[in-house]
C-alpha cells in the first residue's frame, strides 16, 4: 500500500506515523507531506528515511490511502485531487465532517456505514469520537434522549505552540503565546472561534457531529475548557435517557463489554480514568459511573482519551484498517 501523510512533521501527523508502524498496517511507501519549507527534509518510519514531497508529487504517486492532518483548507482544496486520482482520503479536519456527502466514522461505532466507494472520509473531533465510543452503546440499550457535556481539553489539541507557552509558563520564561491567557495554574472556556450564538466551534462540534454520527433526534449542550494537562481530553457527561429504567450495574456490563473502552470505576478504590493515565494508549476510560440524583433515567460519568491517538491519528488508521477489511 502507498500511504500519504498529509502534515506528516506536524503533532498528529508524527502519531500517525507512529500508529501505522505500531498496527503493522500494510505500508510498502510512505508518501510524507508538509509544508514547503520541510520539503526535501525526511521522516523516519520502519527504520527507513523518507523524503518529504510536495502536495502535488503526493497527488501524482497515486496513494492508495492519504491520511490529511494539514488543516481545513488544505484538505477543502486537495483532498478532491487525490480522490480524483483513486486515491481514499481520510481527513482528521473539520472540512468534511458536516458535508452530508461525506462519512463520519468512528469504525467501533458506524464503521459498517463504509464502502469502497467512499473516497473522502471524515475523522470526528477528538472530544466528539470519545463521546459517541460511549454514548453508542448506551444509545442502542436504552435510547439517549440529552446529553450535556463539559470537557476539560489538553493542550495538545491547539498544537506545539501551545505546548510551549504551557512549559514557558512552568520555567516562568517568556515566550510566543497560542491563548489569549495565561494556561497554567488556569482554565480557559475557549476552544476555537466563537459563534454567532455564544457557544465555540468547538462546543458546536461535539453538538453537530455527534447527532450526524449517532441519531439527529438526541439533543446535546456542550462547553468546552481548555486546562494545563498533556495526556488528553476529559469530560464530564450527563446523559438523559428516553427509557428511564436504568441500571448502574447494566451500564458498566455494556461499557465493559464494548470494544474500544476500558472501565475504571471504583470509588472503594480510587480507581477512575485520569489524562496523564490515559496518555499513548487507545482506548477510551470511563468512570464515576452514577445515577443523576436529581432527574430520573440520567446517568453521570466521566470520559478520558488520548486526544492524539483515539481521538485523531489512531481512529483513522482504524478506518483504513475497516476499509482493507471490506
Ligand atoms: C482541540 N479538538 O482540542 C480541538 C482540535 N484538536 O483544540
Not at 525526511?42 to 497515486?62: G, R
Not at 476539560?152 to 497560542?178: D, F, I, P, W
Not at 453521570?300 to 489512531?314: Q, S
Amino acid at each position: 500500500m502507498k500511504v500519504a501523510v498529509v502534515g506528516a512533521t506536524g503533532m498528529v501527523g508524527n502519531v500517525m506515523l507512529r500508529v501505522l508502524e505500531e498496527r503493522n498496517f500494510p505500508v510498502t511507501e510512505l508518501i510524507p507531506v508538509a509544508s514547503e519549507k520541510s520539503v526535501g527534509k525526511t521522516v523516519s518510519f520502519k527504520n527507513k528515511e523518507y523524503p518529504v514531497v510536495t502536495l502535488q508529487t503526493a497527488v501524482d504517486c497515486k496513494p492508495d490511502y492519504a491520511i490529511f492532518s494539514a488543516g481545513g483548507a488544505t484538505s477543502l482544496e486537495w483532498a478532491p485531487k487525490f480522490a480524483e486520482n483513486g486515491t481514499v482520503v481520510i481527513d482528521n479536519s473539520s472540512a468534511w465532517r458536516m458535508d452530508p456527502e461525506k462519512k463520519l466514522i468512528v469504525p467501533e461505532v458506524n464503521g459498517d456505514l463504509l464502502s469502497d466507494q467512499d473516497k473522502i472520509i471524515a475523522n470526528p473531533n477528538c472530544s466528539t469520537i470519545q463521546l459517541v465510543m460511549v454514548l453508542a452503546p448506551l444509545h442502542k440499550r436504552y435510547g439517549i434522549k440529552r446529553v450535556v457535556v463539559s470537557t476539560y481539553q489538553s493542550v495538545t489539541g491547539t498544537g506545539v505552540k501551545a505546548m510551549r507557552q504551557l512549559e514557558n509558563e512552568r520555567n516562568e520564561e517568556q515566550g510566543e503565546m497560542a491563548y489569549p491567557y495565561q494556561i497554567d495554574k488556569n482554565c480557559i472556556p475557549h476552544c476555537d472561534v466563537f459563534e454567532e450564538n455564544g457557544y465555540t466551534k468547538e462546543e458546536m462540534k461535539l453538538t453537530r457531529e455527534t447527532r450526524k454520527i449517532l441519531d439527529p433526534a438526541i439533543s446535546v449542550t456542550a462547553t468546552a475548557v481548555r486546562v494545563p494537562v498533556v495526556g488528553g481530553h476529559s469530560e464530564a457527561v450527563n446523559i438523559e435517557f428516553e427509557d428511564k429504567d436504568i441500571s448502574i450495574t447494566e451500564i458498566r456490563k455494556i461499557l465493559s463489554e464494548t470494544p474500544g473502552i476500558t472501565l475504571k470505576d471504583n470509588t472503594d478504590t480510587l480507581t477512575y480514568p485520569m489524562p496523564a493515565y490515559a496518555q499513548d494508549k487507545d482506548d477510551v476510560f470511563v468512570g464515576r459511573i452514577r445515577l443523576d440524583e436529581s432527574q430520573p433515567g440520567t446517568v453521570n460519568l466521566w470520559i478520558v482519551a488520548d486526544n492524539l491517538r483515539k481521538g485523531a491519528a489512531t481512529n483513522a488508521v482504524q478506518i483504513a484498517e475497516t476499509l482493507l477489511r471490506k
